[in-house]
């Protein structure tokens, strides 16, 4: 099956930073969504990006599907962006193939 | 739009006994649905796939007999973990699949199983 890789699996930032997380796939995909898991579990929504530009206030993302990878952009962190980010795909079936995600920690 | 709820949000249960969790498509209707599965820091796996009106496709490594997956409207699918042992300890989350909206998937909430 397809998979998925996200780096760096740890981020530690100051408050006011930008931060830049990757997603490589190993295979054409049909779907990539990009989350973030809240501290009570929760899958927030960020992007559903399978190719292109997208940009959702201080968050942006890019997908380049010839090239296999995605990039999450976040500017100005805020403490209330902690959490865990996670990409994930769809290739030939329907279900999503989850990356390990990136656990990010923003310090005030 | 695109809610997705789950019900319960946690449940403990004895060794044997079975649980059952819901998750519902509140604002459309949902012709695929998916049970993952997340372990403690660790990512998400996909468990199944729930099509309304048909029988569910479960991942491989995956018991169809103890993951009952009935997928009755296009709003509601149910997972039932059937004598539940302690390993089935798990957080349990659904997602829909919104019709005409690509592959594009949204989550509920979660269900935390514990089985003591």
């Known amino acids: 099956g397809i998979q998925v890789e996200q780096s760096p699996p740890d981020l530690i930032l100051q408050e006011g930073a930008n931060s830049t997380l990757r997603c490589n796939f190993s295979?054409?995909?049909?779907?990539l969504q990009w989350f973030h898991q809240n501290p009570w579990g929760q899958l927030i929504n960020l992007f559903y990006?399978?190719?292109g530009t997208k940009q959702n206030g201080r968050l942006s993302a890019t997908t380049v599907a010839t090239e296999r990878y995605s990039l999450l952009y976040i500017s100005s962190s805020q403490t209330t962006d902690s959490g865990v980010y996670f990409c994930?795909?769809?290739?030939?079936?329907?279900?999503?193939?989850f990356g390990k995600g990136t656990h990010l920690i923003i310090q005030p | 739009g695109a809610v997705v709820s789950q019900h319960p949000s946690w449940v403990i249960c004895k060794s044997g006994t079975s649980v059952k969790i819901e998750c519902r498509s509140l604002?459309?209707?949902?012709?695929?649905m998916f049970w993952y599965r997340q372990f403690p820091k660790q990512s998400l796996m996909l468990m199944a796939t729930?099509?309304?009106?048909?029988?569910?496709?479960?991942e491989q490594g995956v018991e169809k007999d103890k993951f009952l997956i009935n997928h009755a409207s296009l709003t509601l699918s149910t997972l039932t973990v059937t004598s539940a042992h302690p390993e089935d300890s798990s957080f349990y989350i659904c997602?829909?699949?919104?019709?005409?909206?690509?592959?594009?998937?949204?989550f509920g909430p979660g269900t935390r199983l514990t089985v003591t």
């Open positions: 997602s829909a699949q919104r019709p005409g909206q690509g592959y594009e998937q949204y």
């Open positions: 295979d054409s995909v049909n779907n």
């Open positions: 990006i399978p190719s």
């Open positions: 994930a795909v769809v290739g030939d079936a329907d279900g999503l193939t």
């Open positions: 604002d459309f209707q949902a012709t695929t």
């Open positions: 729930s099509n309304e009106g048909s029988k569910a496709t479960y």
